[in-house]
């Protein structure tokens, strides 16, 4: 029933808004549903009232690592020890666990690091060093130029006149030819 024990620390907070241990074990509450950051918010609040709190900075450092933030969680966890450093439960279980997720971390973004170096080295291998100077490319080029400029020299048009008759001319640049004078539509 976390949902109701909400409601009883949120009475209880306006009631006594400088008690951390109210913030501290809100937060754990919170963090039972799954709701990380007003978690790591409640724990935030314990620490600030009480600093010297080893369980509010254990609390605030396991909300961090629900949110993904180990470096934080790890150093709330280190002012823990360093506040009550006979605690195994965060020798053991927290602190522990917090330096294998940081170390598997580390491990993927090395492995994406070498991944996408490998996929540079990859794309750069692929792509073909083409000569485009070559007689060949020099030589089809040339062919498409000359291709082109066959077609503009020969304009072809369509005339529909006023009638609505169409005509289909082809004029060549040295001999136009002249559509009558009951030109309607010229089109390409």
């Given at each position: 029933?976390?949902?109701?024990a909400?409601?009883?620390?949120?009475?209880?907070?306006?009631?006594?808004?400088?008690?951390?241990?109210?913030?501290?074990?809100?937060?754990?509450v919170?963090?039972?549903?799954?709701?990380?950051?007003?978690a790591?918010?409640?724990?935030?609040?314990?620490?600030?009232?009480?600093?010297?709190?080893w369980?509010?900075?254990?609390?605030?450092?396991?909300?961090?690592?629900?949110l993904?933030?180990i470096?934080?969680a790890?150093?709330?966890?280190?002012?823990?020890?360093?506040?009550?450093?006979?605690?195994?439960?965060?020798?053991?279980?927290?602190?522990?666990?917090?330096?294998k997720?940081?170390?598997?971390?580390?491990?993927?973004?090395?492995?994406?690091?070498?991944?996408?170096?490998?996929?540079?080295?990859?794309?750069?291998?692929?792509?073909?060093?083409?000569?485009f100077?070559?007689?060949?490319?020099?030589?089809?080029?040339?062919?498409?130029?000359?291709?082109?400029k066959?077609?503009?020299?020969?304009?072809t048009?369509?005339?529909?006149?006023?009638?609505?008759?169409?005509?289909?001319?082809?004029?060549?640049?040295?001999?136009?030819?002249?559509?009558?004078?009951?030109?309607?539509?010229?089109?390409?």
């Amino acid at each position: 029933r976390y949902r109701e024990a909400l409601v009883k620390w949120d009475e209880a907070l306006q009631l006594t808004p400088e008690d951390a241990t109210l913030y501290e074990m809100k937060s754990q509450v919170l963090m039972s549903l799954h709701e990380m950051f007003p978690a790591v918010h409640a724990a935030e609040m314990a620490v600030q009232r009480n600093p010297r709190s080893w369980d509010a900075w254990q609390t605030l450092g396991r909300a961090q690592l629900g949110l993904g933030e180990i470096a934080l969680a790890i150093r709330s966890f280190q002012v823990s020890l360093h506040i009550f450093p006979m605690n195994p439960e965060v020798w053991k279980e927290d602190l522990s666990w917090a330096r294998k997720l940081e170390e598997q971390q580390k491990a993927t973004k090395n492995e994406s690091v070498q991944a996408l170096a490998k996929g540079e080295e990859l794309a750069q291998e692929s792509i073909p060093d083409y000569d485009f100077e070559s007689d060949e490319i020099v030589a089809v080029c040339a062919a498409i130029a000359e291709k082109e400029k066959a077609l503009s020299a020969a304009k072809t048009m369509v005339i529909v006149s006023a009638s609505g008759t169409v005509e289909t001319v082809t004029e060549q640049d040295n001999c136009p030819a002249t559509p009558d004078e009951t030109l309607f539509i010229r089109a390409r």
